[in-house]
């Protein structure tokens, strides 16, 4: 019997008491090392430390364990823990789109800021599919805040930050390791060893291997899709060599090496012609059951999404008698990514039978990305004391990206090598000022100038199209805070934000496209209130937001019927996203802890009187002449409802046995959600809900963990991403679905052990 097998029987045998846990928590009790002995929770959100109950900001703080029974390795996995947080994949990684309240940004160029910034250890992740493959292996806490965050975190927080604090080096000798294997053949290691080398110096180092075969198969070359394999190592120093002085240095290596990502058709003509050809649908997926089921593809190109990724940092700071501390925050980040995929996604001689048998080879596209990025941050802290508190600082951030794109050889041939960089000055601060003990006053301001350029070569035509443009902007904030009680406090804030001037670098760029750079900057006003309570002796939290925020010149990559067919980068009109967010979480008694979230949120379009129509769509549909009003359309991966509840239950064995027993119980439900921005109804992902279950043993000082565990319980499929590609079919039915990790039921075992 094989280990899968042996697995899946241990797991099923469990199935009816066993849970996965893993939830988002505001205030929650069960984050470990981001709390303090009263059960309080200490966050950066305001770029210092303090209780997150006190922070009039909206901000979710996921814990380590909450990562670990969730299986979120990566930052692709967030969405499973953060209620108003989706991520939407695409063929190249470098696409994928990090969303907040239905705000991302989804753009082909790099040459595009995203809306969701990404900030490790007080670095910001200028390039965000390097952070997409992030390790969350040996993190303190992931702080997810929500709505635009520009004034203290730059411009590209428009729609909100991801802040990743890892664990920092210890005083004494620490250890721990890792492993899992699951019943699809997913296997991961990991260990951390952390202690002092003097008296005055401190390490960490962290290195972690995964490898997952894939959640589809080829069935051309009969081999697995979508799989990963990645190998991450963190290595962190910490120096004090004087009193009120501390150095700490890192450095980080991540690989990944994966043969990924494809989608599966769900739906297809089986007489429809791929691409003009007399090639049928039947014969593209002959051998597959095209349903909502299917995880079978037939390419007959690589498919790789390969990256190498390195950042260095050192973080000076001085404390000094007053209580002031004076922070130097440097980094340096290289990014390389070489992704490629099969552009008519079959395994048929399209290229011959277009060329009438006179060209033969594979339809092929092929991007090579390099990004190289430098920031320099220098902040001055008030101490945490007093009625007047303030953070003020500088900011400098350099940015140099290239990508080398190639399709063809044949049909709809494109070949260009694109270059962009951005040099962007700013300057900050924030205050608090205690009008009495219970009532405070925030204000915030950043002025920010960027200078932006590109250089961009159309092998295909020759033609060479450069730029260089500025801009400035002055974003801030301004939010009233008053204590009710000891632990009831509320807020409201007003925000504006910002996300800076883009070029649209793609293959289609013609002369008419680069007259109407650069793409208009975008502006967002947020307006917040919020409700932080704990009661029932601090035992129960809940808390309440409510946000509205309208987003004015809106950058995204779509269809235009006056430009081209093909998707630009534009400024299609203005959004706005409203709803409110409440999350909770409850100690139940000794040994039961129970949390939750709920998202409602209405992201909608308020004016995109441009758009292209969606592929057959109707006059009676409102496409009239090819140009489809999208006034009041929802955006995509946006969905209205977004729940999750978790709990965890301990079962004393008594105290002659070391261990203790460990129940837990995860829920996730999200409605509704169109994946296009045409709004394309082929391309809806119903409403559907998720259950993780696990079980197992937990050492009395937590220093052992062993837990079997089942995820998406009851098999319910669902697709991250859904793709219409009629235009390849002659406008024929052809449907396909990117399958997340959890597409079908699985199981596994987590061991995990330290000192």
């Known amino acids: 019997m094989t280990i899968s097998k042996m697995l899946l029987a241990s797991t099923c045998s469990i199935a009816a008491f066993t849970s996965n846990a893993a939830f988002a928590q505001t205030a929650a009790p069960a984050t470990e090392a981001a709390q303090t002995t009263s059960d309080d929770i200490v966050v950066t959100a305001q770029k210092r430390s303090e209780n997150v109950q006190k922070v009039p900001v909206a901000v979710s703080v996921i814990s380590p364990s909450a990562l670990t029974n969730a299986g979120a390795v990566n930052l692709q996995d967030m969405a499973k823990v953060a209620p108003s947080l989706t991520i939407t994949p695409e063929s190249q ?16 160029s790099i040459a595009v800021e995203p809306a ?3 900030i490790i250890d007080d670095v ?16 303190d806490r992931v702080e997810v805040l929500r709505g635009p965050q520009s004034t203290l975190f730059g411009k590209s927080a428009s729609a909100g930050v991801i802040n ?8 004494t000798f620490t250890g721990a390791g890792s492993a899992m294997v699951t019943t699809d053949d997913e296997y991961r290691v990991s260990g951390t060893i952390s202690g002092p080398i003097t008296n005055t110096l401190r390490f960490r ?59 599966a058709y769900i739906a297809l003509d089986p007489n429809a012609k791929l691409l003009s050809t007399n090639f049928t649908g039947a014969q593209v997926t002959r051998g ?8 079978d593809v037939r390419l007959d190109s690589p498919l790789y999404s390969n990256s190498d990724f390195y950042a260095e940092s050192l973080k000076i700071g001085y404390d000094f008698d007053s209580g002031l501390n004076l922070m130097s925050i440097t980094s340096h980040q290289l990014f390389n990514l070489k992704s490629g995929v099969d552009n008519d996604f079959s395994d048929l001689d399209i290229i011959g039978a277009r060329s009438g048998g006179t060209v033969a080879g594979k339809y092929v596209q092929m991007v090579n990305t390099r990004a190289e990025t430098f920031t320099q941050e220098l902040r001055l802290t008030s101490p945490n ?8 600082g500088l900011y400098y951030q350099s940015f140099d990206g290239g990508a080398h794109f190639r399709r063809g050889p044949f049909l709809s041939v494109g070949s260009y090598d694109a270059y962009s960089t951005s040099k962007n000055y700013a300057a900050f601060g924030q205050a608090t000022y205690d009008l009495a003990d219970t009532t405070r006053l925030i204000g915030g301001l950043r002025v920010a100038k960027e200078d932006i350029s590109y250089s961009f070569f159309k092998n295909t035509t020759g033609e060479h199209f450069g730029r260089s443009n500025s801009d400035t902007a002055v974003t801030g904030k301004a939010a009233l805070q008053h204590d009710f009680a000891a632990d009831v406090m509320g807020y409201v804030s007003y925000t504006r934000g910002y996300k800076g001037q883009a070029y649209d670098l793609t293959s289609v760029l013609n002369t008419t496209i680069a007259n109407a750079f650069p793409i208009k900057a975008e502006h967002s006003n947020s307006y917040e209130a919020g409700l932080r309570t704990r009661f029932a002796d601090r035992r129960i939290t809940l808390n309440l937001t409510g946000f509205w925020t309208d987003y004015d010149n809106f950058q995204a990559q779509g269809l235009l019927p006056d430009i081209s067919i093909s998707p630009v980068l534009a400024n299609v009109g203005s959004v706005r996203t409203r709803g409110f967010e409440l999350e909770g979480s409850g100690r139940i008694s000794s040994m039961f802890r129970l949390n939750g979230g709920l998202a409602f949120t209405d992201a909608k379009i308020r004016s995109y009187p441009n758009s292209a129509c969606y592929p057959n769509q109707s006059v009676a549909q409102g496409c009239v002449n090819g140009v489809f009003n999208e006034k009041g359309q929802r955006l995509p991966n946006a969905p209205k409802w977004k ?32 994946y296009a921005l045409t709004n394309d109804p082929a391309t809806a992902q119903s409403g559907y809900g998720i259950v993780n279950l696990a079980a197992g043993l937990s050492g009395k000082g937590n220093d052992f963990k062993v837990s079997l565990f089942v995820n998406n319980l009851f098999d319910k499929q669902y697709y991250t991403r859904i793709d219409n590609r009629t235009s390849l079919f002659g406008n024929a039915t052809a449907i396909a679905g990117y399958l997340p990790r959890d597409f079908r039921r699985y199981g596994g075992i987590r061991v995990s052990a330290g000192f």
């Open 164 to 171: 990743i604090v890892t664990k920092a080096p210890t005083n």
């Open 93 to 108: 990684p470098a696409n994928t789109s990090i969303i907040l309240r239905g705000v991302g940004t989804f753009a082909f």
């Open 205 to 263: 180092l962290t290195a972690a291997r995964s490898d997952y075969d894939g959640s589809g198969r080829n069935l051309t070359s009969n081999t697995p899709i979508n799989g990963l394999a990645q190998t991450s190592a963190k290595l962190r120093l910490n120096w004090t060599p004087i009193s009120g002085l501390t150095i700490d240095a890192g450095g980080t290596y991540d690989r990944v090496r994966a043969d990924c990502c494809t989608a």
């Open 643 to 674: 729940l999750n509840i978790g709990g965890d239950l301990t079962v004393p064995l008594g105290d002659s046995v070391p261990f203790d027993g460990t129940i837990n119980a995860y829920y996730v439900y999200q409605s509704k959600v169109v």
């Open 124 to 139: 910001p992740q200028a390039y965000q599919a390097q952070a997409l493959t992030t390790d969350l292996g040996d993190v």
């Open 385 to 392: 004391t007093g009625p007047f508190k303030y953070v003020a």
């Open 116 to 118: 969701v910034a990404v």
């Open 288 to 295: 597959e059951t095209v349903n909502g089921h299917n995880r």
